[in-house]
């Protein structure tokens, strides 16, 4: 599997746009009349990180797993945020993109 600077970029933004989707910490407002965008940037910290599981080749449980310790020791939250749902997005969402 060979990437290049477009295909990372490309990547980044729509993993950003898909954990904006999922907002898991309720900040990211796309109608906000504010901005126009709300924080784009807040999940970041998770994004990166995350791509570098899914190139490792990391499962579902172990995404799931990653995902429930960034939202408890990063962010405060609960881990029952993980739902598989979201787990089911990121992953439609790589084979379409890996």
């Given amino acids: 599997m060979q990437h290049d600077a477009v295909w990372a970029r490309r ?6 746009d898909l954990l904006n989707q999922w907002d898991s ?6 109608d906000d009349e504010d901005d126009g965008s709300g ?11 995350l791509i570098s599981h899914l190139l490792r080749g990391d499962t579902r449980y172990e995404i799931a ?11 405060g939250l609960e881990p029952w945020l993980v739902t598989t749902n979201v787990i089911d997005r990121i992953f439609d969402w790589w084979e379409s993109v890996k």
């Fill in 65 to 75: 797993g990653f995902l429930r310790d960034e939202l408890t020791d990063h962010l």
């Fill in 25 to 30: 910490i309720g900040v990211f407002d796309p």
């Fill in 11 to 16: 990547t980044q933004r729509e993993l950003r």
């Fill in 39 to 49: 924080p784009v940037d807040e999940y970041d910290c998770i994004r990166d990180p």
